[in-house]
């Protein structure tokens, strides 16, 4: 059953790239997996495997604690690319 | 023992001696608990993602260091006392893997720390020097997004 798939095969760049440890310091790396308005992106969207999802779900809540990331951003302050300013 | 990564916010409207001795007074915190301090490394002033106490600017401090778990308690009742502190995180760092990710970081700050020794005056005193730069560029670079978004 050769059936064409509809969507690009989504695999996990974090398994690709061996990551074992994500450090939340590096807010930069932690964009990947955080939509424009910075929610967390979900596992269906980005294709992170289980393992890598809440590993950086973890790092993205500790980098919010800290101030590296912010936890809801309003409409005025949405940029394209955000943490250029951030620095 | 365990291994703990303490990242500390210090209030931007302290001077940058004032910043330094408050954040030397964080230290001895931690060792004064029987903790020892294995690198340091300064991030410096940074811009918040959100404003703390309508401060938009902070200075961050990274400390890592093997302290006895029953102390961490204690470290954090007194950093909350202190009110130079914008913001206080604690990570733990316990698996094997974290711990070697500790070890790596810990590393790296000791050579961040030993390798611009000598260009860390210059840098202290360009500091001032960019953050109007950056001030000045922020407003711009928001009037050049806002058309952007209408």
């Known amino acids: 059953m050769a059936e064409k798939r509809k969507y690009k095969k989504r695999y996990c760049k974090y398994c690709e790239a061996k990551v074992d440890f994500m450090d939340y310091k590096d807010a930069g790396a932690l964009r990947f997996s955080l939509s424009e308005r910075y929610k967390i992106m979900p596992r269906r969207l980005t294709g992170n495997c289980k393992r890598h999802q809440d590993m950086i779900s973890i790092v993205i809540k500790r980098a919010r604690a800290a101030a590296l990331v912010p936890y809801t951003v309003t409409r005025k302050q949405v940029v394209v690319a955000p943490f250029e300013n951030l620095k | ?150």
Do not use: C, W
């Open chain 2, 1 to 150: 023992m365990r291994n703990y990564e303490n990242l500390v916010i210090v209030k931007p409207t302290l001077t940058a001696e004032e910043i330094q001795a408050s954040v030397k007074a964080i230290e001895e915190v931690i060792t004064s608990n029987g903790g020892e301090i294995a690198a340091t490394s300064p991030m410096g002033m940074r811009k918040l993602a959100y404003p703390i106490e309508k401060n938009e600017r902070g200075y961050y401090h990274v400390i890592y260091s093997s302290i006895a778990p029953s102390a961490i308690t204690e470290i954090e009742r007194r950093f909350r006392i202190n009110e130079d502190l914008l913001r206080f995180v604690t990570i733990k760092y316990d698996t094997n893997r974290e711990i070697a990710a500790f070890n790596g970081m810990v590393a790296k700050a000791k050579k961040a720390a030993e390798a611009p020794a000598k260009v860390e005056t210059p840098a202290v005193e360009e500091a001032p020097v960019e953050t109007p730069a950056v001030e000045a560029e922020a407003p711009v670079a928001t009037e050049a997004a806002a058309p952007a978004a209408e």
